[in-house]
């Protein structure tokens, strides 16, 4: 009886929901390795157009900013910058408008362009007019279809929501009724000697039940992206498991030998450094710059962060990752979990599969409807 009600409640999620799910598991499993895709197919924008001299110094940065500002060619200014510590990449210097309470995407966006320049000479590389970027328009596309943050996010994050419920019931639903070694066979491994229908329902369960995991874990983390309600609960409950000490981090003094205090930082910055994996500077509006280092290799869960004024240079804040409570880890840790690259490439490969899996469940959930209700018909 229980499990009848499960079943009844598995169906018409899965119904309500199964566009929306197909829809955002497809663009997550498109967007699994954009950053890897990028160098490959795009490497006069990501590597330096020149023989590399690594004792040659970079350019000021301030002085960069200006190139990428004229060659972007706009009122909006540069608000961020994305560099990589490696001698033979480019600086990628970003200008974005923006209304977040827009519909759609292209009224949302309303300007998003990037300069790729050599930080060694100042050579603008290309220009990208990153609005219509085919990556930014699938990771747009997963987290509200496009249609804007107001309306997109709310059908995402209730979608995501709902999908939750679905593996939990279809967990539920997967047990075999007996415990013995015919059922468990059933359950976890394929006979393709069956009828389409049979292995549809196969497909839906046996390959539902290897995703489950992974699927979870990617559905807790959208959670915390999508619901800052849950994302509290979420970091209040690692806290109270963990014991971990505050620490009180020294604040270095940046030597201010640089007419412009963010040259100072930066230098100070790749110095401090040297083996980080890339650094992104946030030009923001109120009295600070940041500066935020990605110590480790596709990690963002792992970094330092500087808080710099933007007056005198001063370092007024610092913020380290292997500093955090534990709730506050996991929260800097939930890009990574969500996208599978806290593990590096064998983690990316297990979410690029978890995600294919996740996109065919409605497929095949529906057809199991549709051959029920035909069977009812008749």
Known sequence: MLKKKILWLHKWLGLLSGIIVFLVSISACIYTFQNELKLIFSPEKYYVNQELNESKPTLPL??????????????????????????????????????????????????????????????????ENTRTEFFQLVVQFHMNLLLGKKVGHFLVAYSTAIFGILLLSGLVLWFPKKLNQKSLKRSFLFKLNVKWKRLNFDLHKILGFYSFGFALLMVVTGLVFAFSGFQKTYIQFFNSISTQEKFETKIPEIPQDLPEPLDNGLYFALNA??????????????????????????????????????????????????ELNLGEKMVAKNYDLHVGSFGGLFTKFLAFFASLICASLPITGFIMWMNKSKKKRK
């Open 273 to 322: 450094h040297p083996t980080a994996d890339m650094m992104s500077i946030r030009l923001k509006k109120g009295d600070v710059n940041q500066i935020q280092v990605r110590l480790s290799k596709g990690k963002n869960g792992d970094f330092v962060w500087y808080d710099l004024n933007k007056t005198n240079g001063k370092v007024e804040k610092i913020k380290r990752s292997d």
């Open 62 to 127: 301030s002085q960069l900013t200006e190139i990428a500002e004229k060659a972007i060619g706009s009122d909006v200014p540069v608000s961020r910058i994305d560099l990589y510590p490696a001698p033979n990449r480019t600086w990628i210097f970003r200008a974005m408008e923006s209304d977040e309470n827009a519909f759609g995407y292209w009224n949302q966006v309303k300007f998003y362009k990037r300069a790729f320049v050599n930080p060694y000479n100042g050579e603008v590389q290309a220009v």
